[in-house]
């Protein structure tokens, strides 16, 4: 049925397996290893992740105006989202 058009989160092996290791994290250590990997896994995507696959332009900034307030002067996307992780 087209009314019942369900969100989905679509992840690759990669970030499941991730997931599943951020889950059952236990000690502190263990906590930030999982995050270390992480942002190491998402470093490389940031050009397509973080700029356009948000709603934004490779530029800079989305419609909405409210990443310019973290951005400093001839800083592109690229940048601030590197800056964020």
């Known amino acids: 049925d087209d009314a019942q058009i369900r ?8 970030q499941l397996i991730l997931q599943i290791f951020a ?3 236990r000690t502190r250590e263990a ?5 270390v990997a992480q942002m190491k896994y998402m470093l490389p995507r940031l ?3 973080l700029t356009t696959g948000a709603g934004m332009d490779s530029k800079g900034g989305s419609s ?22």
Do not use: C, N, P, Y
């Open 31 to 35: 906590k930030l290893q999982v995050q």
């Open 47 to 49: 050009t397509s992740f």
């Open 23 to 25: 889950q059952r994290a």
């Open 7 to 14: 969100a989905v989160q679509v992840i690759d092996r990669t």
């Open 64 to 85: 909405g105006g409210a990443g310019a307030a973290l951005r400093g002067a001839g800083e592109t996307q690229l940048e601030m989202d590197k800056r964020l992780f």
